[in-house]
């Protein structure tokens, strides 16, 4: 793509920016803010505790499934409008989902699911086709506006509910309305605007090989789908475990809300070193360390449950941008990062979705937290291998 120097692109291009960091903003928090008021819903509907795990696991499985359509669907119509259909979809999920009908409940979640899905496997794909050169600056800010928008979500979801008169919930989860709506107003320029002209992926008569078929793809899809694996246990299962530290229920929103934003904040830093290695395998090994070393602090000193938290958003968040960067930077076209894209979130959704679940069920055997964390150890150490391999410079065939 040439570059945008022109006056006239100039605006355009500022849209653009604004736009993807909206949509960014949209892909964790109406998920992640549901954890936090978990318990209220399960009381004022009356769901047993399989249900109420449910909403915990069907976003994910909406994710898995709905990853590898997104790439056909932009490519049929475009990457612009695609992203306006998902926009639109998230709206009338979170309109559905704070109805306060339990169906509604269910259905509206599986509709921010799926319209969830749709801007993480595009998004790398929009960066890599408008903004091939500044790749790693643009996943850092779209990853750090989608951590705080996350960690204000769930610092917010108990205090809106309290405030609320009756039933409390239903707000808590139709607050991000708010930011989707803006999201799609500032993205409806977009429709309007001629895209880019893509870059041409090589000679016509060579058919470009199957992502599923590349080691490296699936190299940096373990590497994604390891963390989202860990990382959905530890968002899902921290309220309890700091309730067993001996934290009091008006503090785990808060911690909660604070891992979130710690899986942000990281991305600065990560970013400067980022711009100055061509090979990022000891980035990825780093980034890994840091989860690991959280996870062995909640094993051994449970009682600094937040610290450890903090420094599991860190881990967890530095590991979501370099997955993201690499996503981008081992492939040579916009075409072949959407492809990328909707297999590492369709596989890495799909391992992270039985996780919660699992684990859950692994505390009540044990009753603890132990052999949990270690399972957890031990997948965070097989992301840190698989980070040693998609780190590396060089690009899918």
């Avoid at 040439?2 to 605006?11: F, M, R, T």
């Avoid at 590898?68 to 306006?84: D, S, V, Y």
């Avoid at 009338?92 to 169906?103: P, T």
Wanted: one cysteine or more; a positive charge.
């Amino acid at each position: 793509m040439a570059p945008l120097s022109a006056p006239s692109s100039l605006p355009r291009q500022a849209w653009l920016v604004a736009g993807i960091l909206l949509i960014a903003s949209n892909l964790r928090g109406p998920v992640t803010g549901v954890a936090p008021v978990l318990d209220m819903i399960r009381t004022s509907l009356g769901l047993t505790a399989a249900q109420a795990g449910l909403l915990t696991t069907l976003p994910l499985l909406a994710f898995a499934a709905g990853s590898p359509i997104a790439a056909l669907a932009a490519r049929r119509h475009g990457l612009e409008r695609t992203l306006m259909a998902a926009l639109l979809t998230l709206v009338a999920g979170l309109c559905l989902r704070s109805s306060g009908a339990v169906w509604a409940l269910f259905a509206g979640t599986l509709l921010i699911g799926g319209a969830i899905a749709f801007g993480n496997v595009l998004l790398p794909s929009l960066l890599k086709r408008d903004f091939p050169g500044r790749i790693a600056s643009l996943t850092s800010a779209y990853a750090l506006t989608m951590g705080v928008a996350s960690g204000l979500a769930s610092m917010i979801a108990v205090p809106l509910a309290l405030w609320s008169a009756g039933p409390g919930w239903p707000l808590a989860l139709f607050a991000p309305i708010v930011i989707a709506v803006a999201s799609a107003l500032v993205w409806l320029p977009q429709l309007r605007a001629p895209a880019p002209a893509a870059a041409p992926a090589g000679p016509a008569h060579v058919r470009p090989r199957s992502v599923w078929k590349s080691a490296l793809a699936w190299q940096i899809t373990l590497f994604l789908g390891l963390n989202s694996l860990v990382y959905y246990i530890i968002s899902s299962w921290l309220p309890s475990m700091l309730h067993d530290a001996g934290y009091p229920p008006g503090s785990t929103g808060s911690v909660h809300g604070m891992l979130q934003i710690a899986s942000a904040v990281v991305g600065l830093p990560l970013l400067a070193l980022v711009r100055r290695v061509r090979d990022q395998r000891w980035l990825a090994v780093g980034c890994s360390g840091l989860s690991i070393v959280a996870l062995l602090g909640l094993l051994v000193v449970p009682s600094w449950a937040a610290a450890w938290a903090i420094l599991y958003g860190c881990g967890g968040g530095a590991s979501i941008i370099l997955g993201l960067a690499f996503v981008s930077l081992r492939v040579g076209n916009a075409q072949q990062a959407a492809a990328l894209s909707g297999m590492a979130q369709a596989v890495g959704y799909l391992l992270a979705a039985g996780g919660p679940t699992a684990i859950g069920a692994v505390h009540d055997v044990t009753g603890g937290w132990t052999v949990a964390l270690l399972i957890c150890l031990v997948f965070a150490c097989a992301q840190a291998v698989f980070g040693l391999y998609a780190g590396r410079h060089r690009q899918l065939a």
